[in-house]
């Protein structure tokens, strides 16, 4: 966790619906209230439902809010399809946060590469945890806690779940922080 | 003062409220568009007392703020770079007169491009109009300057841009954050008609004035130390660079990830040009690297290029944007010349990329929303005149590209001239040529209003249709004047577009949902009739279906699959010929299936159907 001097890189990428800017907003928010300078990029505009999304993440010192293709230690796919076209931004050693079904597989010379990059691929069925919870637009959220179990990011579960108090609106918290535990508790 | 995590958007909003502006105005346009939202939402938290509008176009926007702005009030107008085209006029202008009170002009500009026409630099307007002009280079910057830019303009006397840039725009970070201040200016338009209307003779006298002023404000930039200083200056060296803008903070990371120093001067006011820090960061060192977005603005200044390196040498590309990829890429290159470099990896060499070139993820192209009503609108014209010349306009609706049912894009209201030029050009050599122009709501009232004007005088003939999803989609959900909605939520009067057309003189005018294609190419075919009638003229189809995304119609999906038929043959002309993105072929089952995570159950691939052919499914 003390690699990159504490600095962080992060993208994040799904197709629209998915929640991506609030995930961001989390990631973000959790950061900025244990102390962390904070600063990335969004996507908008020509962006609707269904297209690709991504956005950038920056925790630490830093002046530009992109993350050059190869500078970036996680790498969050919240739909598989999408994993392959944001390969490029990982750096050597970095890991992947993957929402994808037991079904989901890479071509061999894909997978060869990533373990020749010494690239670590966490994979989580998220639309399936969040279909137990009856709302598929909260697998975002399961993806989180994934990630918050991993101990990838220096922010603690309940850092994060502060976060989402602070910004998710009353009607959504619960679910909100159910899902995160969801995901939280899948390994 | 507080930390608070904020769009560059959201900070320059939160700067007007800081500097206690009184009025702001804009129309919306990636990547301006979230900065009124963001006045609105502060007005709103804090018990604000200021004016917002969500203007007609960006020249009313423009002028409106300047009417507020000569009561002495400080007001800002926002757009996007091409949108200060269109309000060029009263720039041009205004900055003769100068203001009375603190007056921005807003600008965001779009290097890419990612969502515009051009990639044109405002800067260069602030040039053009002599106007100062001011480029963040990270939201806490475009905030400060805000305070900046209202201060030199009530001392000056004189309108400020500022330039903030997509990744400017777009970026969010954690911004200092501080009370808003309250400035107490009660309303007083001082007669002054020498300068408020002045005449040519007038005109002289201001011009030489401007020019004074810009000398001062040049000095003014020269000894600013936060809006243009050097890093990492160390006596004289080889090599220097220059930057404005976010590529000043891209070329900082850069360097901290190659551990490498070298000394930058950052350029954070390119006009009036502050010539003489310029030239003596250039007097230190043997060769200067000028990067800057999306023109050369700094480098053109320069008077003696000899050590420049820029993109009128060829060393920075002359178009797109100047990424962290792309600046990576062309500045280790050159750092290598200076000193050593350990292992680096430029985009050629991202081994993923490599990888990748024999698994191409599928490209996702920007398409029309499953169940948005621009698709049957499209679909109907196509049927209704195979052989049509499809002028179309700026909005989500040019994505109606893909059914080959827009064959020009230009600016704002393009659709309807270019239709009546090419209507004069036909009908001159007397050929009947059927041509359907579209065009949205807002962009209807936009600028569609004097074109549909010069339409009916000069007796065109042909069809415009105007594509009415009651909202402007594209840049993010902004009320037009039809519905009545202000900026701030509040209601104002409606403007009806159907009375606006009507008042126009327009005979043939008809109202059709889309979603019902068999109504819609009748009217299509009856308004082509009258186009050809002698006593006819314009037709106008006004086709209103609400946007999807706006009336949330996909939140009332019943989940269950929607099947176009039970006769399914897989010929795919639903594919083929609608392309609604919720219709996939199943190979397997040689049939179209739907994808329900897509499908919003409009039932309009229904009617489209050829095995449906002869159901009415709008009985």
Same mark, same amino acid.
């Given at each position: 966790m003390a690699k990159n001097g504490g600095n962080h890189q992060i993208i994040m990428a799904g197709v629209g619906g998915q929640g991506i800017l609030f995930s961001t907003k989390i990631v973000s928010t959790a950061a900025m209230m244990k102390g962390y300078d904070v600063i990335g990029s969004e996507t908008h505009g020509m962006s609707q439902r269904g297209g690709s999304v991504i956005s950038h993440l920056k925790i630490g010192d830093f002046k530009s809010p992109l993350v050059r293709n190869g500078d970036a230690d996680i790498l969050f796919t919240f739909e598989q399809s999408e994993l392959t076209r944001n390969l490029p931004f990982l750096e050597k050693g970095g890991q992947i946060l993957l929402n994808a079904n037991d079904k989901f597989s890479l071509p061999d010379s894909i997978k060869e590469t990533i373990t020749s990059q010494a690239i670590t691929i966490h994979t989580i069925d998220a639309n399936k945890e969040a279909l137990k919870l009856k709302s598929p637009l909260i697998a975002n959220l399961v993806v989180l806690g994934f990630c918050s179990s991993l101990n990838i990011i220096p922010i603690t579960g309940d850092e994060f779940k502060d976060a989402i108090r602070a910004i998710c609106p009353e009607k959504f918290l619960d679910l909100n922080i159910r899902a995160f535990e969801a995901g939280y508790g899948t390994e | 003062m507080t930390k608070e995590l904020l769009l560059g958007n959201a900070a320059i909003g939160r700067g007007l409220i800081e500097n206690g502006c009184h009025v702001v105005t804009s129309y919306p346009g990636t990547p301006s568009s979230e900065i009124l939202p963001a006045v609105v939402k502060f007005k709103k938290q804090l018990d604000l007392n200021i004016y917002t509008e969500w203007s007609i176009n960006e020249k009313v926007a423009f002028e409106v703020a300047l009417g507020a702005c000569y009561t002495g009030k400080r007001s800002a107008v926002i757009m996007k770079q091409v949108g200060l085209n269109v309000a060029a006029d009263p720039l041009m202008s205004s900055a003769y007169t100068g203001v009375p009170g603190g007056f921005l002009v807003i600008s965001a500009d779009d290097p890419g491009p990612h969502s515009s026409q051009t990639e044109q630099d405002t800067r260069f307007f602030a040039m053009f109009a002599k106007v100062p002009v001011f480029d963040p280079s990270s939201p806490q910057e475009a905030k400060d300057m805000v305070g900046e830019a209202f201060e030199l303009s009530e001392k000056y006397e004189t309108p400020v841009i500022i330039r903030p840039a997509i990744r400017v725009c777009h970026a969010f970070q954690t911004v200092d954050v501080k009370e808003p201040r309250i400035i107490e200016r009660a309303p007083k338009f001082k007669k002054n008609p020498q300068r408020w209307a002045a005449t040519p003779r007038y005109r002289l006298i201001l011009h030489k004035e401007l020019n004074a002023k810009l000398k001062k404000i040049a000095e003014e930039f020269e000894n600013s130390e936060n809006l243009n200083y050097a890093i990492n200056m160390n006596g004289k060296g080889k090599l220097g660079i220059i930057a404005g803008g976010v590529c000043y903070s891209h070329v900082c990371d850069i360097m901290a990830l190659l551990g490498k120093k070298f000394p930058v001067l950052k350029i954070g006011t390119p006009y009036p040009f502050p010539e003489k820090i310029i030239d003596d960061f250039l007097g230190h060192y043997e060769t200067v690297i000028v990067i800057e977005e999306t023109d050369s603005v700094i480098e053109y200044q320069i008077r003696d290029k000899s050590n420049i390196k820029g993109r009128q040498d060829g060393t920075?590309?002359?178009?797109g944007e100047l990424s962290p990829e792309v600046l990576y890429d062309l500045l280790v290159p050159i750092f290598k010349n200076y000193t050593t470099i350990k292992t680096t990896t430029t985009s050629k060499e991202n081994i993923f990329a490599k990888a990748l070139e024999d698994h191409k993820p599928p490209v996702r192209k920007p398409i029309l929303c499953p169940g948005c009503s621009h698709r049957s609108s499209f679909y109907a014209i196509k049927k209704a005149f195979p052989k049509g010349i499809y002028p179309s306009d700026i909005?989500?609706?040019?994505?109606?590209i893909e059914q080959r049912a827009v064959d020009t894009v230009l600016d704002m209201g393009a659709s309807i001239n270019i239709a009546t030029g090419l209507y004069h050009s036909y009908n001159q050599d007397k050929i009947e040529q059927p041509i359907i122009s579209t065009i949205g709501d807002s962009t209807f009232l936009h600028s569609g209003l004097p074109s549909l004007a010069d339409a009916v005088y000069t007796d065109a003939r042909y069809i415009i249709v105007v594509l009415d999803n009651s909202i402007t989609a594209m840049t993010g959900m902004q009320p037009t004047a039809d519905s $009545?909605?202000? $900026?701030?939520?509040t209601k104002g009067k409606r403007v009806s577009i159907e009375e606006s057309i009507l008042g126009l003189g327009i005979k043939f005018y008809r109202q059709v949902d889309p979603y019902n294609i068999n109504e819609m190419i009748k009217l299509l075919k009856e308004a082509w009739e009258f186009n050809r009638r002698e006593d006819g003229g314009m037709a106008v189809i006004h086709a209103m279906h609400p946007c999807v995304i706006f009336s949330k119609a996909y939140t009332k999906r019943s989940g269950v699959e929607f099947k176009i038929t039970e006769e399914c043959e897989g010929c795919r002309r639903c594919i083929t010929t609608f392309g609604c993105p919720a219709l996939y072929y199943s190979k397997e089952e040689n049939k179209v299936r739907t994808d329900m995570m897509l499908c919003i159950e409009c039932g309009v691939c229904r009617q489209i159907c050829p095995q449906n052919e002869g159901k009415d499914f709008n009985g």
């Open positions: - | 920075i590309p002359d178009a909005g989500c609706y040019t994505l109606g $009545a909605v202000l $900026a701030d939520g």
